[in-house]
């Protein structure tokens, strides 16, 4: 489905129990011309996750749909999801995108993943651990503000800075490991951390 200029598509698939392909979809939504879908829980432009309309509490966004970035506030506040699995072909996670989701526990990010925003997973109160890719130099304030089931964390080894607030009331976090390449850890990054026994370093950080 495409709006007036032939950019807006609206794709996934929804709570059917047979998601075989059935409609062919034009190439500017940036979709794998080989997918076809009739349904219309994946609201994409260009390649952008605008946001999920769909039913799934476990949602295995499909590799054909060709996106590449996840737009602000796509998941927010959905409440009803409860895990999450994201195609290695997304770069760029924009921010809120799935800020209040609060009983997601499990979220899979892509390898490929070199943008991570503002407040994208804050308060996902159930989530309790994360992956955070490698390729990820930098990644935004408040990151996990409000995560307070979050327990374990994969800093990515190529991570330079720490964002402002990033682990702010994560108050299951016991421990946590910062890479060797990170110079900088922003203001009060892990206020409200009050089971944090120990960050393990291996340098000398700039605290701001």
Same mark, same amino acid.
């Given at each position: 489905?495409?709006?007036?200029?032939?950019?807006?598509?609206?794709?996934?698939?929804?709570?059917?129990?047979?998601?075989?392909?059935?409609?062919?979809?034009?190439?500017?939504?940036? $979709?794998?011309?080989?997918?076809?879908?009739?349904?219309?829980?994946?609201?994409?432009?260009?390649?952008?996750?605008?946001?999920?309309?769909?039913?799934?509490? /476990?949602?295995?966004?499909? &590799?054909?749909?060709?996106?590449?970035?996840?737009?602000?506030?796509?998941?927010?506040?959905?409440?009803?999801?409860?895990?999450?699995?994201?195609?290695?072909?997304?770069?760029?996670?924009?921010?809120?995108?799935?800020?209040?989701?609060?009983? $997601?526990?499990?979220?899979?990010?892509?390898?490929?993943?070199?943008?991570?925003?503002?407040?994208? #997973?804050?308060?996902?109160?159930?989530?309790?651990?994360?992956?955070?890719?490698?390729?990820?130099?930098?990644?935004?304030?408040?990151? #996990?503000?409000?995560?307070?089931?979050?327990?374990? &964390? /994969?800093?990515?080894?190529? $991570?330079?800075?720490?964002?402002?607030?990033?682990?702010?009331?994560?108050?299951?976090?016991?421990?946590?490991?910062?890479?060797?390449? &990170?110079?900088?850890?922003?203001?009060?990054? #892990?206020?409200?951390?009050?089971?944090?026994?120990?960050?393990?370093?291996?340098?000398?950080?700039?605290?701001?």
């Amino acid at each position: 489905m495409q709006n007036k200029k032939g950019k807006l598509s609206l794709f996934g698939g929804g709570n059917k129990k047979n998601n075989s392909p059935v409609a062919s979809l034009g190439k500017k939504s940036g $979709l794998n011309s080989n997918f076809k879908d009739p349904s219309s829980d994946y609201l994409i432009n260009d390649g952008s996750l605008i946001k999920y309309n769909g039913n799934e509490t /476990h949602v295995n966004i499909p &590799v054909e749909l060709g996106i590449t970035k996840i737009e602000q506030k796509a998941f927010y506040r959905r409440t009803d999801i409860k895990s999450i699995v994201i195609p290695d072909n997304v770069t760029s996670i924009a921010n809120y995108a799935f800020s209040g989701c609060e009983n $997601l526990t499990s979220i899979t990010l892509p390898a490929n993943l070199d943008f991570l925003g503002n407040y994208a #997973f804050e308060k996902c109160k159930s989530l309790t651990q994360v992956n955070l890719p490698d390729l990820l130099t930098s990644v935004g304030s408040y990151l #996990f503000s409000g995560c307070s089931s979050l327990v374990s &964390v /994969h800093l990515p080894t190529e $991570l330079r800075t720490i964002g402002n607030y990033m682990f702010e009331k994560c108050e299951s976090l016991i421990t946590i490991e910062i890479p060797k390449k &990170v110079s900088a850890i922003g203001w009060k990054s #892990f206020s409200g951390c009050s089971t944090l026994k120990n960050i393990a370093t291996e340098f000398q950080t700039k605290y701001n």
